[in-house]
């Protein structure tokens, strides 16, 4: 049986969860499909057959980065594996990035749509250059948030450009590279070593394109994710293993063996 991991999914404290999901859904008409806890994923988690989820939250302020670490570090499970909250405005080196590995986080979240800045900003060199020589990896947010007005803050040409900076970096582009950016993904991404994970828009890109990404991008370098509660978890991995145009050893390798060794899962 395959080893499924969901590299993209988020879980709150139960009171903020109670304000941001319904907040999500009355202002940008997101659908929820659990109630965003621990809890909620991990029965969702049972549903789908998922063995996995790497969970991330987003820091607005530099300030809030400590404790929601803290929190993070403290839901961590068998089941559940966070990603490391981080803010621009942090002050870091070798030595900082270091001591989020050594409290288990192999990977940093990034929303630069929420976070106020664009991706490719020198004044972030400082984190990226940090984390490629620590081993660190950073999942961006990329493309438009449905829930926040323009302007875009990650997109493919960014996100390649800091790969052409920082060649040693290992990138996550959520979401393909941005939903409907597709265009430029193919245009900027595919081929690369860049990582680009399939939350939110698995089954709502045009088949097509989505056929023509897999076959042009090494397929050890595309990750399985749903963006729970924000998407339905076992709907993804069943359209994930229906696909006619991927083989098996392909589905395995998307569905959890790539992020099991780029978060060094044992």
Known sequence: MSLIVDFHSHVFPEAMAEKVLPGLNERAGIAFYNNGTVDGLLDSMTDAGVD????????????????????????????IVPMAAWHPDLYVDDSVIRKLLDKG?????LHPDYQGFFAD?????????????????????????RGLPPPVHALPHMLKKIHREFPDLKIIAAHMGGEDNYDETEQHLLGTGVY????????????????RMIKKHPVERILFGSDNPWNDQKGDIEF???????????????AGNNAAELLDLK
Not at 105 to 109: A, G, L, N, S
Not at 127 to 136: F, P
Not at 196 to 211: A, G, H, N, Q, W
């Open 196 to 211: 680009l994970d399939t939350s939110f828009i698995l089954r709502k890109m045009p088949l097509e394109i989505l056929k």
């Open 105 to 109: 986080f192999r990977c940093i979240k």
């Open 52 to 79: 996995i989820s790497v969970v991330s939250r987003v820091t607005t302020k530099p300030e809030q980065a400590e404790s929601v670490n803290n929190w993070l570090s403290g839901i961590r499970q068998k089941k």
């Open 121 to 145: 900003e020198q004044r972030l060199y400082p984190l990226y250059e940090a984390a490629e020589s620590t081993g660190m990896s950073i999942l961006f947010h990329a493309g438009a948030d």
């Open 240 to 254: 994930l293993f229906s696909l006619p145009f991927i083989n098996e050893d392909k589905k395995c390798s998307i």
